[in-house]
């Protein structure tokens, strides 16, 4: 039986850097997008590798949303969609493919935010999603440590992908962009490629005594 890497939120960004740098490292990928906000549709897929002779040793959950949404301005259908992607899709995940991951006593990494421990607005529905996940996966780590897996959670601050447009979201976005990285200490925005090279470290051997940590990558701007 062969073993995998599977990683979430693969089409672009963050999860696709972080399947490059997998890929370089000689993992065996396989990559899931869209689909993870359904569900069904993540219970269906692993049902299919549980039939087939691949095994998840490692999983990468890096599928996420952002949207601008103002108090003044909350749109019901909106939030629920960031929720759905955000949390619902990385529970679904984790509750998906454990049994894989404890058979190999594999590692899991959670992309999650900078926004999980402070407020953000205007993306309130962002922040309470990336606080929600933040809180599943520790607790997550404490269930699945003693069965040998470790999960952590990697928590980027402000990143340039083709996500992260302000330009096209609006004055509000440009603005906290700024003061985004005004506040922040090397004064730039991060690559989402240092963010892929801090989940394949905690994914290694290397990160071996490492779990239910979450990571801060965001160049000093939490400090």
Known sequence: MADFALG??????????CALE???CGHNLLLWDVDVADGQAVIEAAQQLRQSS???AKLVAAAGIVR??????????????????NYEGVQSTLQAVPSNIVACKGSIVVIGSTEGYMGGAPIHAYVASKHAVLGLCRS??????PQGVRLNVVCP?????????????????????????AKTPLRRLGTPEEVAKVVRFLLIDGASYVTGASIVVDGGLTV
């Open 22 to 24: 997998l890929a370089r």
């Open 54 to 56: 691949i095994r998840i």
């Open 68 to 85: 601008m949404d103002s108090l003044a301005n909350q749109q019901p259908d909106l939030v629920k969609l960031i929720m759905q992607v």
């Open 8 to 17: 979430t939120g693969a089409g672009s960004g963050i999860g696709r850097c």
């Open 140 to 145: 997550a780590a404490i269930e699945l440590g």
């Open 157 to 181: 601050g402000t990143i340039k992908t083709p996500m992260y447009q302000p330009e096209l979201m609006g004055p509000e976005a440009i603005a906290m962009d700024k003061e985004m990285q």
